[in-house]
């Protein structure tokens, strides 16, 4: 089929290139030139693990970039993939959709039927506003040359081509059985898996245990809050894990014991139950706002959610407070932070937990050093303000340091000469506050080590 993708960031870059790798013919679409530069170049965009091989493969062959949207002319499909961040009041911004739908609508062809497909996570009630837009500006009638789906995208940074293959299910919005069968064609590898042998050099292996995916049809409204709800959902079990690891530091029991024996109720289940300074990213902080902003408007309090967020706010301001109190004092203190990213192996550091922690750090009056693999750059931008030293080498955090901690559990700092770093420390103490570390080593190294719930 062919394809328009707009937005080539963490979810129209994986999705186009993905479809490509699977024989579609893909035209990436954005406002950005530097990212289509490099998609052109057969680079990756942002640093996802495994992306770069797909768009190396595919690039100037099923894979091309556009800035004009020329291309939806000749499109079947057209995704729209763009960001919906936050507004001031803290629901979603769909500046960057209507706009993207503007322009859709300008170059829809009256001479063929194409399907608009909403991957942005959008309000309730916004694929049915692009509909208004797309008749809007182009003339036509909805329906008849072209018809919009919901279709929310679930992968999860880090993992994303894994989970762009090997979806747990799709979900498709829409009453239209045209528009349902378009999109089954479109996604009939993924259904299947029929040809992932012939391309098992560029795709990750079948992650353990997942099936299939199920084929879910709702109706938009329903696709757009299964979206919502369930980043909500995780958002509230990572909280829930969190506030127990706080009991557990009181009542001097383990959280990793705990979270264990809860997860082998196959109700509970054992994921999202890995303990953190907090949740954090470019997903669930905007999205469970929005979700609180909808109730809002639709005046329905939403405790569970609120609550939610409170507490992962609370858990943020926890892990400086574990500090302080170990310190005494965190004026004038050095503190060195491994870790900007929201979690490891992406390079995303949209509002990441390391930035509440290292302002706060900084308001008490440390002096904050900080190092991160992939993230630095992007922290370091979209923070401006922070007085924070970056360091290239994660080994020069420990300099004279009072304190280092662990936000982000890259696989480098598991596995940094921790023995002799503790020599150039000026008191020895660190916070895993993922407890990803050797407590017993780190320990017999001479730290004070102190994990959350344990
Ligand atoms: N990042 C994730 O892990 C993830 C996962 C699932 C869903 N989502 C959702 O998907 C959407 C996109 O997220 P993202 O992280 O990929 O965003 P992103 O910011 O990484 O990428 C969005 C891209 O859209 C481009 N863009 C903006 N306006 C445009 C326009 N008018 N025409 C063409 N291009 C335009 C930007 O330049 C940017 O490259 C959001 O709604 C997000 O909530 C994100
Ligand atoms: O047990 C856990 C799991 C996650 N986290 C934290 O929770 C945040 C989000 O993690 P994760 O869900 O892995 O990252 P995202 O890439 O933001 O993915 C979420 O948000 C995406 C965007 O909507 C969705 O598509 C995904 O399904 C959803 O998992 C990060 O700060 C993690 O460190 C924990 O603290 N403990």
């Known amino acids: 089929m062919n394809v328009a993708c707009i937005g080539a960031g963490y979810v129209g870059s994986v999705t186009a290139a993905a479809l490509a790798v699977l024989g579609h013919a893909v035209t990436i679409i954005d406002i950005d030139e530097m990212k289509l530069d490099n998609i052109r170049n057969g680079k990756s965009p942002i640093y996802e693990p495994g992306l770069e091989e797909l768009i190396r493969k595919t690039a100037g062959q099923t894979l091309s970039v556009d800035t004009q949207y020329e291309s939806v002319g000749g499109a079947d499909v057209v995704f729209i993939c763009v960001g919906t961040p936050s507004k001031a009041d803290m629901s979603a911004d769909l500046t960057f959709v209507k706009a993207a739908a503007a322009r859709i609508g300008k170059h829809l062809n009256p001479e063929r039927y194409t399907l608009i497909v909403m991957k942005s996570t959008v309000p309730v009630g916004t694929t049915d506003m692009v509909t208004s837009i797309l008749e809007e500006v182009s003339g036509l009638q909805a329906g008849l040359q072209f018809e919009t789906v919901s279709n ?13 293959f090997y979806p747990d299910r799709i979900v498709v919005g829409s009453e239209s059985v045209k528009a349902e069968a378009v999109m089954k064609a479109l996604y009939l590898s993924m259904l299947t898996r029929d040809v992932y042998e012939s391309l098992r050099e560029l795709l990750p292996p079948v992650p353990e245990g997942r099936p299939e995916p199920v084929w879910l049809r709702t109706t938009p409204t329903s696709a757009e809050l299964i979206k919502y709800a369930s980043n909500a959902f995780l958002a509230v079990k990572i909280s829930y894990i969190n506030e127990m690891a706080r009991l557990c530091d009181r009542l001097g029991s383990d959280i990793t014991e705990v979270a264990a024996g809860m997860g082998l ?18 997903c669930f902080p905007k999205d469970t706002a929005e979700l609180l902003a909808t109730a809002r408007k639709y005046d329905c309090d939403l405790q569970i959610v609120t609550a939610a967020v409170r507490a992962n706010h609370e858990m943020h301001i926890y892990c400086v407070k574990k500090v302080q109190s170990k310190l005494k004092s965190l004026q004038g203190k050095r503190i060195g932070v491994l870790g900007l990213t929201f979690k490891p192996n992406t390079d995303d550091a949209r509002k ?103």
Not at 152 to 164: Q, S
Not at 388 to 402: F, G, H, Q
Not at 421 to 430: G, Q
Request: aromatic share 10%; proline share 4%.
């Open 152 to 164: 929310p995208e679930f992968l999860r940074e880090g993992y994303a081509v894994e989970d762009v």
């Open 265 to 282: 109720d196959s109700r509970i289940g054992n994921k999202f139950l890995q303990v953190s300074s907090g949740w954090s990213g470019s």
């Open 352 to 454: 990441s937990q390391a930035e509440v922690i290292i302002r706060e750090l900084c308001e008490l009056g440390s002096h904050v050093k900080a190092h991160d693999p992939h993230g630095a750059a992007m922290f370091r931008s979209l923070n401006p303000d922070l007085p924070v030293e970056y360091c290239d080498e994660p080994e020069r955090l420990a300099d004279k340091a009072d304190a280092l901690i662990l936000l982000t559990h890259w696989d480098c700092y598991l596995t940094l000469d921790w023995a002799n770093l503790i020599r150039k420390m000026r008191t020895p103490y660190v916070l895993d506050t993922r407890n990803a570390l050797h407590r017993d080593e780190m320990l017999s190294f001479g730290y004070d080590y102190e994990g959350l719930g344990i």
